[in-house]
């Protein structure tokens, strides 16, 4: 598919729709497209930043960015955490996937956010920048990540100056502080 067919926009609420239908889609199950509906409910996560994927005028990709913080005695570095993307079955694999992580990571750095987390696959993200085991760099995940799946929880740094000099444990807007949102 040529990359040119796929147009990205921020989603509106009267894409609600579409967004859950993506997420339904997707993951095979209820439960991500009812973790969307309520985080984009969620005062804590807010701003948001949601994106939609269209091949002409079908939803076919979705991505969410909601706003966490950083635990500490200093205040908290301006941070996101990626949960979840969806990309709809027939269109996994062709890169669409990669273009909504790219122009979210682009959104996050205009409002100046100065990193983002994932919870994911341990061979996908990486090609998109971000670093595995974030808890050894001093950012535990909301709920603690087993060791053998340590590499999944990954932090990307959006500023020059690296990785915030403020460490400690990520906590997420309330519709994802969850565990069984952690678990992989
Ligand atoms: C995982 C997902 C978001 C990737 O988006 P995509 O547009 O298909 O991915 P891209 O085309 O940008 O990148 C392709 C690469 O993604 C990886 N990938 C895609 N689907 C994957 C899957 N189900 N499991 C593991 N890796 C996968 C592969 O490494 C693939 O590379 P390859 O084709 O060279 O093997 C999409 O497949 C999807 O929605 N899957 C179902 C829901 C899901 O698991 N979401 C992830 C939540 S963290």
């Given at each position: 598919m040529k990359t040119t067919e796929i147009q990205i926009r921020e989603a509106n609420?009267?894409?609600?729709?579409?967004?859950?239908?993506?997420?339904?889609?997707a993951f095979g199950s209820e439960k991500e497209a009812e973790l969307v509906n309520q985080l984009l409910e969620d005062e804590s996560a807010e701003p948001v930043i949601s994106l939609l994927a269209f091949k002409e005028n079908e939803a076919i990709g979705h991505i969410l960015f909601t706003k966490a913080t950083v635990d500490s005695n200093e205040v908290s570095p301006s941070i996101y955490i990626l949960a979840p993307?969806?990309?709809?079955?027939?269109?996994?694999?062709?890169?669409?996937?990669?273009?909504?992580?790219?122009?979210?990571?682009?959104?996050?750095k205009d409002i100046g956010v100065e990193m983002v987390f994932v919870l994911g696959h341990e061979d996908y993200y990486p090609?998109?920048?971000?670093?595995?085991?974030?808890?050894?760099?001093?950012?535990?995940?909301?709920?603690?990540?087993?060791?053998?799946?340590?590499g999944a929880w990954m932090v990307q740094a959006l500023t020059s100056g690296g990785l915030s000099e403020v460490r400690g444990k990520v906590r997420c807007a309330d519709a994802l502080n969850r565990p069984e949102h952690w678990r992989e």
């Open positions: 609420e009267s894409d609600l729709g579409d967004v859950l239908e993506v997420e339904k889609e993307l969806a990309i709809k079955p027939g269109y996994q694999r062709q890169g669409i996937g990669g273009m909504l992580i790219n122009e979210g990571i682009e959104k996050l090609r998109h920048g971000f670093k595995q085991d974030a808890g050894s760099l001093g950012f535990a995940a909301p709920y603690t990540i087993p060791d053998e799946h340590a």
